[in-house]
């Protein structure tokens, strides 16, 4: 696997341990999500919202905030709130994504998904409930010593990530694409750029802006998201052909079957995997200028091309 070997290359060169470090803030993550939902009365509702929650998730958006956060000269504390608002949105899309209205799903992070255990009406309801916590989390529990208006700044980010200009709108144009062979490299690209690179680079410049970004930082940190999110999205594509529903925790080889338009389908795998290779230089490039400190972001950039899940 070229890929793979060209990150441990990479992680050699740096003598970053990228497996530790994500086992690492994985747990953290893991740890905060679980406090931030306890179960009261209505427990269903709760329950259902911890189930998709905590299935076990790579945790890539909330690591990259608190990655961000920490380059620019934040904390792991500063940026908790926002990390696991991050998680808590990419959650309610998957719930949704996979109601039997829009991809009818019945696996998802290796267990079954949230409508099959609780029934449409409560998987609605437990993403529109991870939705709202989101927010509520960020402006309640983002700590005193972070300026109001920089709460304030991620609370927009993440809405605009988020709405019509953002994943809605991608989800709205990948269902329309659906069935259709003739979809252009064009709509591919309005696709995940809004579908999967909005939130990507929200977690991202999230995390910058907690800590304090400027505004030259933010659009650096712009770019090395956006070159990340849409790699991500062709090592996705890839993987829904390479991989296993055992690898995946969720339905694999779906793309070939609904004879979707993906990046790989247009290139093949092996032009797709450079693109993504491609990407993810440019990415790091483009955090240069922070030197040892961007060591953490430029290793998940190399990570996010070589998963295999
Ligand atoms: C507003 C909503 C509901 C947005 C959903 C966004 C999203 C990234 C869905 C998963 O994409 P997918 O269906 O292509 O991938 P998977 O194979 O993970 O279901
Ligand atoms: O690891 P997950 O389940 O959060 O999925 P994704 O691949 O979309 O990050
Ligand atoms: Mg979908
Ligand atoms: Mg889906």
New binding site residues.
């Given amino acids: 696997m070229v890929a793979t070997d060209n990150f441990q290359k990479k992680s050699e060169e740096t003598r970053f341990n990228l497996a530790s470090y994500l086992k690492e803030r994985q747990k953290l993550c893991d740890t905060a999500l679980d406090q931030a939902i306890p179960v009261v009365y209505p427990e269903k509702i709760y329950e259902a919202m911890r189930y998709s929650l905590l ?7 909330p690591i990259l905030c608190l990655a961000t956060s920490e380059m620019i000269g934040g904390t792991i504390e500063m940026a908790m709130p926002t990390a696991c608002a991050v ?1 808590m949105i ?2 309610m899309s ?1 719930i949704h994504d996979d109601l039997p209205a829009m991809d009818n799903d019945d696996y ?2 290796g267990k079954l998904t949230n409508h099959k255990v609780y029934g449409e009406d409560i998987a609605i309801l437990a993403g529109d409930g991870l939705l709202a916590l989101a927010f509520e989390f960020v402006a309640t529990q983002t700590p005193q010593n972070v300026p109001r208006e920089r709460a304030l700044q991620v609370i927009a980010r993440l809405g605009k990530a988020l709405g019509a200009a953002g994943l809605v709108g991608g989800q709205v144009v990948d269902l329309d694409s659906e069935g259709k062979s003739d979809i252009s490299l064009e709509t591919l690209n309005f696709i995940h750029n809004h579908k ?1 690179a909005a939130l990507l680079e929200a977690c991202v410049v999230c995390g910058g802006v907690i800590a304090g970004a400027s505004a030259e930082d933010v659009e650096k940190l712009t770019r090395y998201s956006q070159n990340i999110g849409l790699a ?1 999205q062709i090592i ?1 594509d890839i993987l829904d052909i390479t991989s296993t529903q055992e690898q995946l ?2 339905t694999a080889g779906k793309d070939l079957k609904a004879e979707k338009v993906t990046y790989p389908s247009l290139w093949g795998i092996d032009e797709s995997r450079a693109k993504a290779q491609q990407l993810v230089e440019s990415a790091c490039v483009e955090l240069a200028s922070f030197g040892e400190k961007a060591l953490p972001l430029q290793a998940i950039a190399h990570y996010i091309v070589s998963r295999n ?1």
């Fill in positions: 299935a076990g998730g790579k945790r890539v958006r998680e990419h959650t998957l998802r992070r999967t991500f996705d925790g969720k899940h």
